[in-house]
């Protein structure tokens, strides 16, 4: 039988009581008596709450094993198992609009992307495939998936297509406005993007000059300020890398010489 130590009401597995006391409570800056009495009063208040909701289970389970006992095989009356369901309580009807909030949430929930992968340090493939999509081309995406049609001549195969080009412009244009929308005015009628006094300027085609319409999505730029080689911008903690380079053929056909926007993934490798 595993030995056990008395904590307030509590019988905790000796193992368990050990491991909590020596590696848990000394790097978390709790008093382990404040522990567990916290903890012996969660066990009285969820103990009871817990065995009916166990109890529901057992009960449920022995009603589908009735059911299905008696409507042997796939099955057949859809409308009947369902209504079977729901008077037994395992399926509720639809809410109607349900508005959740929360409160003091972690960044690295709110706002900080999570990990999509684990990626082994010591495996340099793997490590420099994961560095290397760290940032992913919205141009490219668009320009080689179904996102964008080949109606009207916008065929992706062969070599670069202008008219599909347009096409990736104009799409990614139409996320800066929804991401990171203007004062005034559009993204699409952009002809420069610079920086004045740590804000971003944006000029547009009628000759006049705005900004974002919220200034803290500018989070900084890289070059001159007059001439920035990229703007970035963040919108609900994801960045938004807007590049630009008239050297290149996409920057060389656009109004503001943007080659590419760039975005950073949602969920970023872990490194072990």
Not at 13 to 22: H, K
Not at 28 to 41: C, N, Q, R, T, V
Request: charged share 25%.
């Amino acid at each position: 039988m595993t030995a056990r130590t008395q904590c307030n009401s509590l019988q905790v597995a000796t193992p368990l009581y050990r491991f909590i006391e020596d590696k848990v409570l000394p790097g978390a800056g709790i008093k382990s008596a404040d522990f567990w009495k916290g903890f012996d009063e969660i066990v009285k208040d969820l103990g009871s709450k817990n065995e009916a909701l166990l109890a529901k289970r057992d009960r449920l389970q022995l009603d589908l094993d009735k059911w299905h006992q008696t409507n042997l095989g796939p099955i057949k009356d859809m409308p009947a198992y369902r209504k079977h369901l729901k008077e037994i309580g395992y399926l509720d009807e639809v809410p109607g609009k349900v508005l959740g909030t929360t409160k003091n949430v972690d960044d690295e929930l709110a706002l900080q992307a999570g990990p999509q992968l684990v990626v082994p340090v010591l495996n340099a493939r793997y490590a420099l495939n994961a560095a290397n999509a760290r940032w992913g081309s919205l141009y490219d995406a668009l320009y080689g998936t179904d996102v964008i049609s080949e109606d009207g001549g916008a065929t992706k195969a062969g070599g670069y297509n202008p008219i599909r080009g347009a096409k990736v412009v104009a799409f990614a244009r139409q996320f800066l406005d929804q991401s990171a929308p203007l004062a005034k005015g559009s993204h699409a009628d952009a002809t420069a993007y610079t920086v004045d006094d740590n804000k971003l300027v944006v000029s547009l085609k009628d000759d006049s000059k705005t900004g974002l319409a919220d200034e803290k999505q500018f989070v900084g730029y890289q070059g001159n300020a007059s001439t920035p080689s990229s703007v970035l911008l963040r919108n609900n903690g994801v960045h938004i890398d807007i590049e630009i380079d008239k050297s290149k053929t996409i920057g060389a056909s656009d109004a503001a010489g943007v080659s590419d926007v760039v975005l950073e993934p949602l969920f970023p490798p872990f490194w072990i």
